[in-house]
């Protein structure tokens, strides 16, 4: 088990008052806080080592080109993959789109098909539209069965030799339903088509290990899981990285250049780095996942689970309010997505808000699966490490003041 009190007291942001009320930071799925550790390892690089990497011989770019590929280590062992297929990008989004332009614009050609799903956030929704328009392929979504799984049926009948790729999330933001991504990779191995994984919302709360799985391209966020803005990764399996061209050209990508032929580019990962990296945010990004691997990232996913069912249980039992997604906790990390009375997610967020407590409401980038349910918005609470059941009482208590407020 956690000890969230000992985890709070390294989130310094969480000791905040919102509106004259403790702060009860409720939108993790958005974006996650960051621990001591981790703004101690990124401000170590900033005083001592800062400089750019790969490029210089001299000490400081030396330590600092160190700290970097030793950061890619600790990420690339986090998530079950080789240094030499882990990529650095700035985010999932980015990470999709690299693989949606580089690999993508090679393989998928007219007639073809990309099996994606309902339930995607539009990171991995709209890369994929955007590539069958261009190259008169056909999208195929994948739909969801009434209790908010991935209807598998479906999948079935929809997966043929025609497909050459498989787009599908690890769990989704929506509806926290954990997708059976090994099955699916089975079952796409059989078409021979490739599997790209949207783990945005997996790899900061549930062990994740890429070779286990089998999937050819995964993509995560820094800032999810602890770390700061503007780092996340793209594992790209070895086999399939000859078959990946490059996504920005420029500086730090290339083996060799000329003015009369064409460039030469670099073996390794550095390929699909274009440009100065986000150093620093990569170091942060090393430092989060020590953080959580000191927790452990089993303890970590029984932790939100049972958070999930406290939720799951104490939300349902509020009248007026629907719960989207499974209710088998088993299958659903710590995402509480719910429609609330009559009262618009903006009104009721607001009042929320106006206790101290953060959620997020919208469409949460999913407007596919919103249209799909006939919801134009909903209100999602999302857990972390350093929640607990009290944090849910206080999101209960204070939905009891949105009735008071809205009538
Ligand atoms: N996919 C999923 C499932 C997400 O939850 C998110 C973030 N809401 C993204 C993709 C996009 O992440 P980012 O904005 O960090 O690129």
């Known amino acids: 088990m956690l000890n969230v009190k000992k985890i709070k007291a390294d989130f310094p942001i969480l000791r905040r008052r919102v509106n004259e009320k403790p702060l009860v930071y409720l939108d993790n799925a958005a974006t996650s806080q960051r621990p001591l550790a981790v703004l101690a390892a990124m401000r170590e690089f900033d005083l001592n080592h800062n400089a750019n990497v790969h490029r210089g011989l001299h000490t400081l770019s030396e330590e600092a080109s160190q700290l970097y590929e030793s950061a890619r280590q600790t990420v690339a062992e986090f998530i079950g993959a080789r240094s030499d297929e882990l990529v650095f990008t700035r985010n999932t989004t980015e990470a999709i789109n690299l693989v949606a332009w580089t690999w993508g614009m090679a393989h998928i050609k007219a007639g073809d098909e990309i099996l994606t799903t309902i339930m995607e956030h539009h990171s991995n929704f709209l890369p ?15 739909n969801i069965t009434p209790d908010g799984r991935l209807d598998m049926k479906d999948f079935a009948k929809k997966l043929n030799r025609k497909t050459k790729l498989v787009a599908v999330n690890h769990m989704s933001n929506a509806l926290g339903t954990i997708n059976p991504v090994a099955a699916i990779v089975k079952l796409a191995k059989k078409v021979k088509a490739a599997v790209m994984v949207d783990a945005a919302q997996s790899v900061p709360h549930f062990p994740v290990d890429v070779s286990k799985l089998g999937v050819d391209f995964l993509a995560f966020s820094g800032h999810k899981m602890l770390s700061p803005l503007g780092i996340g990764g793209l594992y790209i399996k070895k086999e399939r990285q000859t078959e990946t061209g490059p996504f920005l050209t420029g500086g730090g990508m290339i083996s060799e250049v000329y003015a009369d032929q064409p460039a030469i580019w670099a073996k390794g990962v550095e390929k699909w780095e274009a440009g100065t990296p986000n150093i620093s945010g990569a170091i942060g990004l090393a430092a989060a996942v020590k953080y959580l691997q000191k927790l452990g990232m089993a303890n970590v996913r029984q932790h939100e689970q049972e958070l999930t069912e406290y939720g799951l249980k104490q939300l349902s039992r509020v009248k007026g309010l629907r719960l989207l997604g499974p209710s088998d906790s088993r299958i ?16 009721v967020a607001q009042v929320l808000d106006s206790e101290g407590v953060a959620v997020r409401s919208g469409h949460h980038c999913t407007m596919p699966l919103h249209q799909c349910l006939g919801l134009v918005s909903t209100n999602r609470a999302s857990v972390y490490i350093y929640n607990d059941t009290s944090d849910i009482d206080r999101l209960v208590e204070a939905l009891d003041k949105v009735k008071q407020v809205l009538g």
């Open 128 to 142: 994929w539209q955007q590539l069958a328009l261009a190259h008169h392929a056909k999208l195929q979504v994948v």
């Open 332 to 347: 659903r990390g710590g995402v509480l997505t719910f429609v609330f009375d009559k009262y618009h997610a903006h009104d």
